[in-house]
């Protein structure tokens, strides 16, 4: 079984900078491409930010300059520094990743979720 466990969300001004970490657990063989999506209420789940194994990052023009994802593939986790925070950031913020098992079935994994409130 494998879980994605995200912290840091929270409340802050606009102008202001939050990091958001998601570690993942588990029987674990590898993981490939890691992402963020966010959902603001009355809105449909959007892709914020996506990075490979490798290293290589793709933004949503939302967010490009503001936002930078990373990864630590020995601690398999994944971050997102957001920077320059704006209300319509507000939603909450979703970590995804492609998990190869230890019994060798890859899924797309999900976080619970976490709360990222700007206000102005």
């Known amino acids: 079984q494998v879980q994605l466990v995200e912290s840091g969300g929270g409340s802050v001004q606009a102008g202001g900078s939050l990091t958001l970490s998601c570690a993942t657990f588990?029987?674990?063989?590898?993981?490939?491409?890691m992402a963020w999506y966010r959902q603001a209420p009355g809105k449909r789940r959007e892709l914020v930010a996506t990075?490979?194994?490798?290293?290589?990052?793709d933004y949503a023009d939302s967010v490009k300059g503001r936002f930078t994802i990373s990864r630590d593939n020995v601690k398999n986790t994944v971050y997102l520094q957001m920077n320059s925070l704006k209300s319509e950031d507000t939603a909450v913020y979703y970590c995804?990743?492609?998990?190869?098992?230890?019994?060798?079935?890859?899924?797309?994994?999900w976080g619970q979720g976490t709360q990222v409130t700007v206000s102005s």
């Open positions: 990075i490979t194994r490798a290293g290589s990052t």
């Open positions: 995804n990743a492609d998990v190869t098992s230890r019994s060798g079935s890859s899924n797309p994994y």
């Open positions: 588990g029987s674990i063989f590898r993981i490939y491409a």
